[in-house]
């Protein structure tokens, strides 16, 4: 793809954007319903195939998707926390909604580490619950009244920051390389360009294989943030980027192979616009 010819795709991309900030998978009904659901005030989860949104009294309290790493995963894939250490506060707390809390009650985790850790899955699967990388699943519309998870809330967060967020994110995907086909297809690196430029960890892991979101889990790294890099990688030709409509397998959930913890410091911003609002 010629430097002009990418341009003018990222420029009518902007425009579809800002026409319609709603139109992929759904998202408009997804917010008419949030929208609704806040003004209620309701408690429960919106569910779909893409994942599910838990409320409690309007505010947005946990979100999962089957393409992101969970509370458990994040917290287990650097070694901060261990497997077992997770296991036992999921079945003595989970009955009781209460699992996150009661990691700080035994000193597991500081309440610093449980808030950054839960704000970056929730934001994460938000995403992918709002804007699925399947194109063809239903947007969420089955509301579970009163269903609670097991996990227990941490730092509710307001449906409209959630909702903000990730339109911001579908625009930074937009802007670095309007190609969608890139974020379910496997990442090919260009023969040649591989060592040259760009030594990530997410083009060292690209293998022709595994596609952005399982790259993501190899890593133990934020779902989005692996999607942006390997946009980036593809604006500048280190990935290849599939030709529009090109068919690609069905998004697979995150590998679970242990890595890095999550990036703290993108985390604590996250927390710190939360407290200003």
Not at 62 to 90: I, K
Not at 200 to 210: P, S, Y
């Amino acid at each position: 793809m010629t430097a002009f010819a990418g341009a003018e795709r990222v420029e009518k991309a902007e425009r579809a954007a800002v026409m319609d900030p709603g139109s992929r998978a759904g998202g408009a009904v997804v917010t008419a319903t949030l929208d609704r659901l806040v003004r209620e005030r309701a408690t429960g989860a919106l569910h779909g195939r893409a994942g599910a949104l838990y409320l409690a009294d309007g505010a947005l309290v946990h979100a999962e998707s089957p393409v992101v790493p969970d509370v458990g995963w994040r917290l287990t894939a650097g070694g901060r926390l261990s497997r077992s250490s997770w296991e036992e506060a999921v079945a003595e707390g989970g009955p009781g909604h209460r699992a996150g809390n009661l990691l700080v009650e035994r000193g597991r985790l500081s309440r610093g580490e449980l808030e950054l850790c839960h704000l970056s899955a929730l934001f994460d699967a938000a995403y992918f619950v709002l804007f699925p990388l399947d194109g063809s699943q239903r947007a969420p519309d089955r509301f579970l009244r009163e269903a609670r998870h097991w996990f227990g809330p941490v730092r509710p967060v307001p449906v409209a920051a959630v909702q903000r967020e990730a339109r911001r994110r579908r625009g930074l995907l937009e802007r670095a390389w309007p190609c969608p086909e890139v974020d379910v297809s496997p990442v090919v690196p260009v023969p040649g360009a591989v060592r040259r430029a760009h030594p990530g960890a997410v083009l060292a892991a690209a293998d022709g294989v595994r596609t952005p979101t399982q790259i993501a889990g190899a890593l133990g790294r934020s779902a989005f943030a692996t999607l942006l890099d390997v946009r980036r990688l593809a604006a500048a030709g280190l990935v290849r980027t599939p030709a529009p409509g090109t068919p690609a397998p069905r998004p697979a959930p995150a590998a679970r192979v242990p890595a890095d913890a999550p990036e703290i410091s993108l985390l604590r911003r996250i927390r710190d616009a939360l407290e200003a609002l």
